[in-house]
């Protein structure tokens, strides 16, 4: 197969044992493999583009930039947590070795006694919980155990762009259907609150193929927290056309302005439905530990450990064991106001408050968030002033809004359309996400941008 192998590896390892390596050996590192079978596995079609790649290679090329597009805190995480981590690593060697398949034990049992209170469930941490690689990893393990060639999976829009891909990736149909905003009184900044979905439209999306619906409350990237009559709507659609929710609850210890979070599992008949997701990279501002989580009941859950036990086996010990102390401490200071889960709400609600000054100073019009990392804006007045701002005909006017955006003004955002399927797109296609889980110095470095931005606005 790889008829150049012996050059590759001179061009490869000779640097290293310091030989040269010549012009024609480093062509032979830019060969194509070609095969008369396709290449590539059939469950690739369709997913081979990534937006999050071209933007953050185009946030990469601009040498002096505020990135506000992806979803990570840029400040230290809270020092119990750090601390958990340390004593994980230099504590018990055991930590270094393999654990539990299904999840550390201390960690399995902490989020069954912690989550069960909030659901009011009797949660047995060997079969109702999963630890998995974050929630990437507990998405990727519910769509792969339960969606199956030709069933239908819905999909509320705008939505975290991985849903679509693993739906395909299972040989599931992917069904959308579109929260949209009501109108709002002329000078008042639209809220998350104000996107809904249209009862009958989503009733008509449950079809006897329908298999799961996704929910994710709050939600990426608009910020909406899903109220209770929402949450019976969807309830009572499951149930009656006897469909699996998978709910991806990631943010939700963030939200603001006195919303609540509810989980759906929760509600009367659900729990026996319903996959609940988390994440400890969110939960605790740590998202490079990549430790997440699945609860459900046992019929679901033995599942996703097939899957689980034949692909990741088991996840990193370390992270899981400074993960348990997290909540460990967390169940401790539990609704008080010393609790992470109080204060850090607190504190991100301050950074949301600032980054929307900031945008309305320049004309932008963000939808305030109820909850998660994100906010989403309006540039339709930008689309109505500079409508030909370069890139292809087809290309939608938030991506080429962006890249505008990310040269001539600094600033790194992500547009909204690519968290739409395709024929949506066009109808959404004037909004862009911003992320304010961000350090002081980062929001002033932002600030900075914006009034240059406003100083050129000014005639
Ligand atoms: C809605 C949502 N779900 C899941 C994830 C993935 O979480 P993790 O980093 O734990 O894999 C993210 C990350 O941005 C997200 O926004």
């Known amino acids: 197969m790889f008829r150049n192998a012996a050059a590759i590896y001179l061009h490869l390892v000779g640097p290293l044992q310091g030989k040269k390596s010549g012009a024609s050996l480093t062509r032979c590192l830019h060969q194509t493999l070609t095969m008369a079978k396709q290449l590539q596995a059939r469950r690739l079609d369709r997913i081979d583009y990534n937006p999050w790649v071209e933007f953050a290679k185009l946030a990469s090329e601009e040498a002096d930039v505020v990135n506000l597009g992806q979803g990570f805190p840029d400040f230290s995480p809270p020092e119990f947590a750090v601390e958990a981590f340390q004593h994980a690593v230099s504590g018990d060697f055991m930590l270094n070795q393999y654990t539990k398949a299904f999840g550390y034990p201390p960690l399995t049992k902490i989020l069954a006694s912690f989550f069960g209170k909030l659901l009011g469930q009797e949660i047995d941490p060997l079969k109702n919980v999963l630890v998995t690689v974050g929630a990437y990893g507990a998405l990727f393990t519910a769509f792969q155990a339960l969606v199956d060639e030709g069933d239908e999976v819905i999909i509320i829009e705008p939505f975290f762009d991985c849903y679509e891909p693993m739906t395909l990736m299972a040989g599931g149909r ?58 019976e709507l969807v309830a009572s659609l499951c149930q009656q056309h006897d469909v699996v929710c998978i709910t991806d609850e990631v943010y939700q210890w963030l939200v603001f302005d006195g919303f609540q979070h509810i989980s759906i599992a929760s509600l009367p008949g659900m729990w026996e439905r319903t996959l609940t997701i988390g994440s400890a990279g969110k939960t605790f501002s740590v998202t490079g530990w990549k430790v997440g989580w699945v609860l459900g009941p046992d019929s679901l859950m033995k599942h996703l450990r097939t899957v689980h036990q034949n692909s990741i086996y088991s996840c990193a010990t370390q992270g899981q064991a400074a993960v348990a102390q997290s909540f460990e401490r967390e169940q401790v200071h539990f609704g008080q106001p010393s609790s992470y889960f109080v204060q850090f709400p607190q504190y991100i609600q301050r950074c949301r408050d600032h980054m929307i000054q900031s945008l309305q100073s320049v004309g932008l019009r963000p939808v305030i968030p109820q909850g998660s990392y994100f906010l989403i804006t309006d540039i339709s007045d930008f689309k109505n002033k500079m409508p030909d701002l370069p890139g292809a005909a087809d290309e939608p006017y938030d991506r080429r809004f962006v890249k505008w955006m990310i040269k001539n003004k600094g600033l790194v955002a992500i547009p909204v359309s690519i968290f739409f399927s395709v024929p949506h797109q066009k109808f959404f296609d004037h909004y862009i996400r911003f992320c304010f889980v961000k350090d002081e110095s980062t929001l002033r470095a932002m600030d900075q941008k914006l009034q240059k931005w406003k100083a050129e606005l000014t005639p």
């Not at 249209?198 to 910020?223: H, M, Q, V």
């Open 174 to 231: 992917p069904v959308f259907v579109s929260l949209k905003p009501s109108p709002t009184q002329k000078g008042e900044p639209d809220s998350s609150s104000n996107w809904q979905l249209d009862p009958t439209e989503l009733a008509s999306k449950f079809t006897s193929r329908t298999k799961a619906f996704i929910l994710n409350t709050p939600n990426n990237p608009l910020g909406k927290v899903f109220s209770r009559e929402e949450l």
